[in-house]
């Protein structure tokens, strides 16, 4: 299988102008085919051209202070946490979206993009056409699903299931 | 003046090629540094490198003598001040104090802000003014988060305070710590001449403080109950090493303190201490501890040293140190006052490392025209010469608080503030730091003059 066999299409994108509020809303309203919110999304400007992706993790890592080392974390007061939340809704989308997307051709064997995502700790890959227009995105969890078929399977057949 | 006369057919300057070579070097190099278009340790290493090759200085010069080369005092100084550093960070220590303090505060912002002005300045003093805010400046943010006030002023005046603190010993501020080792000056002279004034400084400023922000600052109760409730003591990480650094830094001060008694440098003091340290870490992998080292600064002095020490050989400092004298008409008072106030301007302008590396010779120089008959240490210690020691030490030290670039701990502090969303710009950073400078810079005139001048 190719990346393309396995790649679900991309209808909805932020833009890097977006408030943190508005994005969060919109990613909690898609839902994929497994019936969770979204928990990552391309960021498109005004041109039309793709320039970063916003993931919950990147969300999350705005609502923690630069400064915070784990040294200081264990100071941290019982609603410290809501409060930078509170705050990082003023934040846009540009100022904490990752700008270096990894991206993958969409005939790039799933192997491939398997090993990409697990060394380079990736949730999702967007996939490009002959343009390096991006066409779709392979989702981890969507490999799991094929991989885990095949382990069962090969249980099965070995006995060892 | 008859001895300025004599010194000038005395040390009559040749102005040659090499001469020419480098003063070109020398200025080239620091508009280079000024810009900053080229890392300002590449720009000193690779001037440096073209004195040696165009052998305005020989290679033996540059690395073995005092008047023209490298003071290796400074750079083991330096360097065994840093890895002791190095070790006791991860202790937990500076979290510790700094916790212990915003609760001995009881969480009010002002009386916060007097008490971290005040360790900031004794740490700079004992410590380098950049890893006392590197330190520091984390935990200021945490507690300005906690009590929701702004931390744009608490970060500047820890800046300033390290500078101030900074001046008061021979290892808290690069300045001093050049100027001990060209004077061979010792770790009480700084105590017995600067910490005074450095004392009424800190006493002036907090007034200052408590003039400006006593009545903006204002939080509520339950947020200063958020600092009540942190336990200072979770922050000590590592109590074995914690123990182990604080009876050698004890040793490395007791050290400084008696180091004239025993003639060691205070080289050999850092350099024991860091040595110590390493081997009561028991640690197998020192080269994380080494690479911890500020080499880029390290090298900029060594790179600066060869540089000046190549001016220094062909006379362009004379010749500058003439030109001060002939201006002064060998006044030393009016001397002394016209270096602080322009190593003061410099300073906030420049950074004061190449400036105080260029000062230290001239300001020798000066005391071999005025002075002919003398040499060794009654030479730099010219009874008649010490005030102006302290006048190049409190206005080049002092000088950095002037503007956002005119020392290490103001750059970092602006920049740990901008990562953490609050923008200092240049002109909020002088509101602040240039009255600072000139009420600190005329209290250190006052303070020279009166005490090496009018009560002399």
Redesign the interface.
């Known amino acids: 299988m190719k990346a393309k066999d396995l790649m679900s299409p991309i209808e909805e994108y932020l833009t890097p102008d977006m408030s943190l509020c508005t994005a969060v809303t919109r990613m909690r309203g898609i839902k994929r085919v497994h019936g969770l919110p979204i928990k990552g999304m391309l960021v498109k400007n005004e041109q039309g051209t793709v320039v970063g992706m916003v993931s919950i993790k990147d969300i999350l890592r705005a609502v923690i ?5 784990p ?2 974390s ?5 609603n ?1 946490l809501e ?2 939340s509170n705050r990082a809704s003023d934040k846009v989308v540009g100022d904490i979206m990752v700008k270096d997307l990894v991206t993958i051709d969409s005939e790039v064997p799933l192997m491939l993009c398997t090993d990409l995502m697990i060394k380079k700790g990736l949730q999702r890959l967007p996939v490009t056409d002959e343009n390096d227009e991006i066409i779709g995105m392979v989702y981890i969890r969507d490999i799991f699903d094929i991989v885990s078929e095949y382990i069962v399977k090969g249980g099965q057949e070995h006995g060892t299931c | 003046m008859e001895p300025v006369e004599t010194a000038k057919v005395a040390h009559a300057v040749v102005m040659d090629t090499s001469f020419y070579l480098a003063c070109g070097i020398f200025f080239v190099a620091l508009a280079l540094i000024i810009s900053e278009k080229i890392h300002k340790t590449i720009v000193a290493l690779f001037g440096a490198s073209l004195v040696l090759v165009l052998k305005i200085l020989e290679q033996h010069e540059a690395f073995h003598l005092e008047e023209f080369g490298v003071d290796w005092n400074v750079i083991f100084l330096l360097i065994g001040m840093m890895t002791i550093i190095n070790l006791m960070r991860p202790t ?1 220590l500076f ?1 510790y104090i700094a ?1 212990r303090s915003a609760k001995a505060g009881r969480g009010e912002p002002l009386r916060i802000m007097v008490i971290f002005a005040i360790i900031t300045a004794v740490l700079s003093a004992l410590l380098d003014n950049v890893t006392t805010v590197l330190l520091l ?3 200021t ?2 507690i300005a ?2 009590l929701e006030v702004d931390p744009i002023p608490y970060l500047i005046v820890e800046a300033l305070a390290s500078n101030i603190g900074g001046t008061a010993t021979l290892i808290g501020d690069p300045p001093n710590i050049m100027i001990a080792s060209k004077a061979k000056l010792d770790f009480m002279d700084f105590i017995i001449h600067l910490t005074p004034v450095v004392i009424i400084m800190m006493f002036v400023m907090i007034v200052i403080l408590k003039l400006v922000f006593g009545k903006r600052l204002k939080t509520r109760d339950e947020l200063k109950e ?1 600092i009540m ?2 336990d200072e003591r ?2 000590i ?1 590592d109590p074995v090493m914690l123990t182990k650094s604080l009876v050698v830094l004890g040793i490395v001060l007791v050290g400084f303190i008696l180091h004239g008694v025993f003639h060691y440098e205070p080289a050999t003091v850092a350099l024991f201490g860091a040595g110590l340290l390493l081997l009561l870490s028991g640690t197998h992998e020192p080269h994380h501890i080494l690479a911890e080292i500020e080499w880029p600064v390290i090298f900029f002095f060594i790179g600066l040293f060869i540089m000046v020490g190549g001016l220094v050989k062909v006379g362009a400092i004379s010749l500058m140190s003439q030109k001060m004298l002939a201006l002064t008409k060998g006044n030393l008072f009016a001397t002394s006052m016209v270096i602080m106030w322009f190593s003061a301007i410099a300073s906030a302008v420049v950074d004061n490392i190449p400036y105080v590396a260029t000062m230290n010779p001239l300001v020798i120089d000066m005391a071999k025209e005025l002075w002919p008959g003398h040499a060794g240490m009654e030479l730099l210690q010219h009874p008649e010469l010490m005030p102006i020691w302290w006048s190049l030490a409190l206005g080049a030290c002092l000088g950095g608080n002037g503007s956002a670039i005119g020392a290490s701990a103001n750059v970092i502090v602006v920049g ?1 503030a901008e ?3 609050h923008k200092i710009s240049f002109v909020k950073f002088m509101a602040y730091g240039l009255p600072i400078m000139f009420v600190t810079v005329f209290i250190s005139m006052i303070y020279v003059w009166l005490r090496y001048y009018a009560l002399a």
């Open positions: 202070p630069t400064y915070l080392s040294d200081l264990i100071f941290s007061w019982d410290m409060q930078m | 937990g979290e916790i400046a984390p935990v943010l945490l988060d906690a958020r409730q942190m979770e922050a990480k740990m990562k953490a969303g």
